[in-house]
């Protein structure tokens, strides 16, 4: 029956997605994360809208993909803009955004009290990473004179510590009772936790362990953030080009390389086949798959495909 | 392998997610305790089917035996023994606290306190530290004679190489400790920075933050030469001759760049670099010669020739991206023969699958063969 419904929901839920305003693309390390943000990216912001992708823990992989200066906010491609946050710049504009003075957050930056604070503080990192994110989504900027986006795509950090930076608002609204911060991360988890607001897209190879973090993440994120998983992308679909009357054809004929290659092309397009069908099985989310990009380098070009694929999906 | 890891008592793999460093862990523990020796695998995060692999329905913070019988009809001869565990990281951080308390007062506050819970959990580099400090036990034992630690799936290898002394660094908190007792003493050194830096924070913060970090320094005061005694243990072990680092890699650019990018830190730390495993390579079959185009359409029909051919091609050309990379990994880390492992057709989580992967690390199948690198 899923299987059935999945094409249509699919594009239904794909649809739907780009119209949020901030949309957090996950997944195990090694599965193409990166990738896939970019080429969302690029799919959004060929639908017009002012898009930016915002990688998180010092990481520059979208922007080595289609390459960008490293400057912040800078534009990609026409509509799509990217910025990598650092923590640490993050805790700076947040000061001077919230204290009176510019020379009072300097106090508190140079301040080896502070800095023990801020590194003894559970979450805090995180929570700074999550609020620049926010920062990004909101019709109205904290930072002066900068432009709205339609939508923030946030390429989040492997599964396990993307929950934890999803869920740093609210870890850090429960353990500050009061104090502005508190008040600032409910106002950051409200947002996160709506899923009028917040999309999820998990990406995953269709490959055993892959699949079963994506499960296990589906399985957990409506508790620990109260948002689901709207998109679950398997990345890397190698073609399965033979069917049983070739594979008996091949078995026949004389062995070489051409033949030894088919092989195990083969074998592995079928353990592919046969974890994509358990993960549809078993996943909510709709699943949508995306070929395998072979490129030494990754750049804008390569991930065409990817773009277009996505394109249709949505 | 077997040379590689001569003499060596602690294997450390380290390397990116996804590259297949667990399993690699396993496979070098199995064939280290096949040949006689007493092994203990520590993992971090292990597929279920592997811990079921191995005959153990859970893998817990304590090492279990492996049943030698569990590899009887799969061509492994286990002379020596195989243990297995998965780090928890948050019941290694309260053992560790619960044996250097003073007394159970003093753990309890520890293990009671809302900043500690987080800590031990959630926070970046406490699992780094946790496995480290489990590795640091289990060699103190002397119940193994070779022990295997998967790392954790940090992206930032100085994560690792740094966490005992960013977690004593932090732990000690001495400036900190000052600026949060601005009561007595303390307020009377403490500086006119510091008392701004502490009103802002309460108006930030609010007061519940700043006590609750103020008492978790304070129930730490008790443990912390003990802390800083054990990472200076963590960090002679990880610094040891008889410990060596291997790094694990796929053909992949951002696994590649990882453990060049780790390669460096090892030099820069002084830790001693044991070689590299590279995982997923495609390879071409060395066996079976070329076939042109001719004899392919010929023995298959145009149709499924063509299919042939485009597979052979892709296969090719991903060959040769991996050979590209190997190149690389070889230029940068100066590991002239890195251990080479296949790409193989599933995922890799039974017996099976770590008898075959163990064949390629100890050079017991035959070599893979990557095309000469394009220029």
């Given amino acids: ?314 | 392998m077997r040379r590689r890891l001569q003499g060596r008592r602690v294997v450390i793999c380290a390397g990116s997610g996804g590259v297949g460093k667990t399993t690699t862990s396993a496979a070098l523990a199995m064939g280290l305790a096949a040949a006689g020796q007493r092994v203990a695998v520590v993992t971090i995060d292990p597929a279920k089917r592997l811990a079921n692999s191995l005959g153990l329905a859970e893998l817990d913070n304590e090492p279990r035996l492996v049943a030698p019988d569990r590899f009887a009809g799969h061509g492994i001869e286990m002379h020596g023994e195989l243990w297995a565990m998965q780090l928890d990281a948050k019941q290694t951080f309260d053992e560790l606290v619960a044996g250097l308390s003073p007394d159970d007062a003093a753990r309890d506050d520890v293990l009671a306190n809302r900043i500690y819970q987080q800590l031990s959990s959630a926070v970046a580099g406490s699992q780094e530290f946790t496995a480290v400090a489990k590795l640091y036990e289990l060699d103190r034992s002397g119940r193994f004679d070779v022990l295997v630690l998967d790392t954790p799936p940090s992206r930032n290898a100085l994560d690792f190489l740094d966490a005992p002394d960013r977690l004593t660094g932090f732990l000690e908190g001495r400036a900190l400790k000052v600026f949060l007792a601005p009561t007595g003493l303390a307020a009377k050194v403490a500086a006119a920075g510091t008392s701004v830096v502490f009103g802002v924070l309460r108006r930030l913060t609010g007061v519940d933050l700043l006590n609750d970090l103020s008492v978790f320094f304070r129930s730490l005061s008790g443990l912390v030469d003990g802390f800083k005694e054990r990472a200076e243990g963590v960090k002679a072990l990880l610094g040891d001759p008889a410990t060596t680092f291997l790094i694990v890699s796929s053909p992949e650019r951002e696994a590649v760049e990882e453990a060049i990018f780790f390669h460096g830190k090892l030099a820069e730390h002084g830790m001693p670099f044991g070689g590299l495993v590279v995982n997923r390579v495609h390879a071409l079959d060395g066996a079976a010669g070329e076939a042109d185009a001719a004899a392919l359409q010929a023995a298959l029909g145009a149709s499924l020739a063509g299919k042939v051919g485009r597979a052979y091609a892709e296969e090719r050309a991903l060959a040769e991206r991996d050979a590209a990379a190997i190149e690389r990994l070889r230029a940068e880390t100066g590991d002239a023969a890195p251990v080479l492992v296949p790409q193989l057709a599933g995922d890799v989580h039974d017996i099976d699958g770590l008898v075959a992967i163990h064949a390629h690390l100890f050079g017991l199948a035959r070599a893979v063969v990557v095309p000469a690198a394009a220029p």
């Fill in chain 1, 1 to 314: 029956m899923a299987e059935t419904a999945a094409p249509a929901s699919a594009a239904a839920v794909a649809a739907g997605l780009l119209r949020k305003p901030l949309v957090v693309v996950t997944g195990k390390g090694g599965v193409g994360k990166s990738t896939v943000a970019a080429a969302l990216g690029l799919a959004a912001a060929r639908r017009g809208l002012r898009t930016i992708i915002a990688e998180v823990a010092r990481r520059d992989d979208v922007s080595r993909v289609l390459g960008g200066t490293g400057v912040h906010e800078d534009e990609l491609a026409p509509g799509l803009h990217h910025i990598s946050i650092d923590p640490e710049e993050a805790m700076e504009e947040y000061l001077v955004d919230q204290l009176p003075t510019r020379a009072l957050a300097d106090v508190l930056l140079s301040s080896r009290g502070f800095s023990y604070f801020a590194a003894a503080t559970p979450g805090l990192r995180e929570l700074l990473t999550v609020g620049k994110v926010w920062e990004l989504a909101q019709e109205d900027r904290r930072t002066p004179g900068a432009a709205p986006y339609d939508l923030v795509i946030l390429d989040a950090p492997a599964t396990g510590h993307g929950v934890a930076v999803l869920s740093a608002p609210r870890t850090f609204a429960d353990a500050t009772l009061m104090g502005r911060i508190a008040r600032q991360g409910r106002i950051i988890d409200a947002m996160l936790s709506d899923p009028a607001q917040t999309g999820v897209v998990a990406v995953a190879r269709p490959e055993e362990m892959p699949v079963n973090e994506t499960l296990a993440l589906e399985a957990a994120l409506p508790d620990a953030v109260g948002v689901k998983i709207d998109l679950v992308v398997a990345n890397g679909l190698l073609p399965d080009r033979f069917d049983a009357a070739d594979v008996r054809a091949l078995e026949a004929a004389p062995p070489s390389r051409p033949v030894r290659a088919a092989f195990v092309a083969h074998a592995r397009a079928r353990a592919q086949r046969a974890q994509l069908a358990r993960l549809r099985r078993r996943a909510e989310a709709p699943v949508v798959t995306l070929p395998f990009v072979s490129a030494g380098m990754l750049d804008a070009p390569a991930i065409e495909p990817l773009v277009r694929a996505l394109e249709r999906a949505v």
